[in-house]
C-alpha cells in the first residue's frame, strides 16, 4: 500500500535516524512503503497533501504499523514529533470519527509544542475538523494558514472545499426553515379556516 507523508525536509535532515528507524520497521514487516513527494514549495517544505487526498483512507494494516510506532515510542519515553505527526495524519485520514477526534487532538498539541510543525499541523487540523463536520473550526484553522502563504495551493483548495459545504449546509438550513414555515403556515390556515366553520 502507498501513501504519502509529507514532512519538513530540514527536520527529515535532523531526525534521520529516527526517520531511518521507522522506515526499517515498515520494510521489515513489508506491510507498506513511504514514497515521499519531493516537490518542494521553495523553502525546503514539502508539498502538503491535495484535498482529494484526504479522503485517500490508509488500510487496516498500515495504520496499525503507524499506530504500533507510536505506542512503542511512547511506552519507551522517546516519542518523537514525527511519529506523533504521522500517527495523527493517519487517523485524520481514517473514515472513523473517533480516529479523526484523536487524530485531531494529537495535532492541536503539535501544534501547540513545536513551531517546526506549525504548517503541517494547521493543515490537517483543518482536514481533520472538516472530515468531522466542524466546517467553521476547519475555515479557521485554513484561513490561518492562508494569512501565512496567501498561494499555498493546497490550502486554497481545501478553502474550497470547506466554502462549498458551508455553503451546501446553508442552502439546507434555508430549505428547511422555508419548508418549515410553509407547514407551520398551513396548519395556521387549516385552523383558522376551521375556527370559522
Do not use: C
Not at 512503503?33 to 494494516?61: Q, S, V
Amino acid at each position: 500500500m502507498h501513501f504519502r507523508i509529507w514532512i519538513d525536509l530540514a527536520a527529515r535532515l535532523r531526525a534521520g535516524n529516527a526517520l531511518r528507524h521507522f522506515l526499517s520497521l515498515l520494510f521489515l514487516h513489508h506491510t507498506l512503503t513511504l514514497p515521499f513527494d519531493m516537490r518542494t514549495d521553495g523553502k525546503n517544505n514539502l508539498e502538503l497533501a491535495e484535498a482529494a487526498d484526504i479522503w485517500d483512507e490508509l488500510d487496516y494494516e498500515s495504520l496499525e504499523v503507524i499506530r504500533r510506532q507510536y505506542e512503542a515510542e511512547e511506552e519507551k519515553g522517546i516519542l518523537t514529533t514525527q511519529t506523533t505527526f504521522n500517527y495523527a495524519w493517519a487517523l485524520v485520514k481514517s473514515s472513523r470519527k473517533d480516529h479523526q477526534e484523536k487524530g485531531v487532538l494529537l495535532l492541536q498539541k503539535l501544534y501547540k509544542d513545536d513551531p517546526s510543525r506549525r504548517r503541517e499541523s494547521l493543515y490537517f487540523l483543518g482536514v481533520g475538523y472538516y472530515k468531522l463536520g466542524k466546517y467553521t473550526d476547519a475555515q479557521k484553522i485554513i484561513g490561518k494558514l492562508l494569512e501565512k502563504e496567501p498561494t499555498n495551493e493546497q490550502a486554497i483548495s481545501l478553502n474550497q472545499e470547506i466554502e462549498n459545504k458551508l455553503t451546501s449546509e446553508a442552502y439546507i438550513g434555508g430549505s428547511i426553515v422555508a419548508g418549515a414555515v410553509a407547514v407551520a403556515g398551513g396548519l395556521l390556515f387549516l385552523g383558522l379556516r376551521r375556527a370559522r366553520k
